[in-house]
Structure formats: C-alpha cells, structure tokens
C-alpha cells in the first residue's frame, strides 16, 4: 500500500472583464478588471475530492495586481451590461533565447510576461527576468487557460 497523501490545491478561472475601465495604481493602464476565481479543493493523493472554499480576486489584467473579493460581492460585480465585450487581451510569454544561460545547472531567467491588447495592437511587456516556473505562476494567478510561450 503506498502512502496517503492529503492536500489542498488550488484552482484558479478567468472569468471575464467587469465594470468600468479605470486606472490601475500600479502600472497606471486603464483597462476593465479581470476577476478570477479562487478555488481551493481537498485532495488525496493528487486525486481533488471536492471543493471546499473559492473566492475571487478583482485583478488588473496588465501587472497582476488584485484585491480579493468575496463570492456575493464578486458576482454582484460581474454584472454584463449588455454591451458587447470590447477589451480584448492575450497574455503570453517570449522566450529570449539570446538570454539562455549557457551553464547546464544555471537557472533560465530569459523569460518575458507580455500582454497584448488585440483591440490596439499594443504589446505591453508585464515582467523581465523571468524563470520558465515563474511565468506559469503568473498565468496561474491570472487563471488563464490559453497561453503560447514564444522562442525569440
Ligand atoms: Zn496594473
């Protein structure tokens, strides 16, 4: 018999653009807010058995930077106004192989955080410097399924 394992883990959603556009005070873009939504499920050995806390996090969809909100708030605030979505942004990676460390223990930082706003074409890049491990935090933070990594 193999060892019990018990846990939790956490799962994180998109789930859309909410309210109005207003300046982020980190990075000081104005875009709409993403809200992503926290769940923590109990879990043994590695099997998640159910669900057993979620929250949401009203997060800036260019740096990241967020609030936590809980779920009767949250979903007051996901409110669609009927107007059709018109922020349309792509997170994705770039890969700068210029930057690979040539040592074969050394920790490849060559990675780069970009969003793209598709509505204006405009690149916007989030973070330098980055591990392969820390990108996909961001991605998870960000509870984001689609997500290319780009060889540069
Ligand atoms: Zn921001």
């Not at 859309?16 to 109990?42: L, Q």
């Not at 922020?87 to 920790?107: D, M, R, T, V």
């Not at 930082?109 to 989030?126: A, H, L, N, Q």
């Not at 973070?127 to 990594?149: H, I, Y």
Request: glycine letters at 8%; one cysteine or more.
């Amino acid at each position: 018999m193999g060892m019990i394992m018990y846990g939790t883990k956490v799962f994180t959603k998109f789930k859309g653009y909410f309210g109005e556009r207003e300046e982020c005070p980190c990075c000081h873009k104005t875009y709409k807010k993403s809200y992503v939504k926290y769940t923590t499920w109990f879990h043994l050995n590695e099997i998640p058995l159910f669900p057993f806390k979620s929250t949401y996090y009203k997060m800036c969809p260019i740096c990241g930077d967020s609030v936590e909100v809980k779920g009767k708030q949250a979903k007051a605030e996901m409110v669609v106004t009927g107007q059709p979505e018109t922020q349309k942004l792509e997170a994705y990676a770039k890969h700068i192989l210029a930057n690979k460390p040539k040592g074969f223990l050394a920790l490849d930082t060559s990675y780069e955080f970009w969003v793209k706003d598709v509505t204006t074409g405009e690149d916007i890049c989030v973070a330098t410097g980055l591990s392969k491990d820390v990108v996909k935090n961001m991605k998870k933070e960000r509870g984001l399924k689609n997500f290319n990594f780009f060889d540069v």
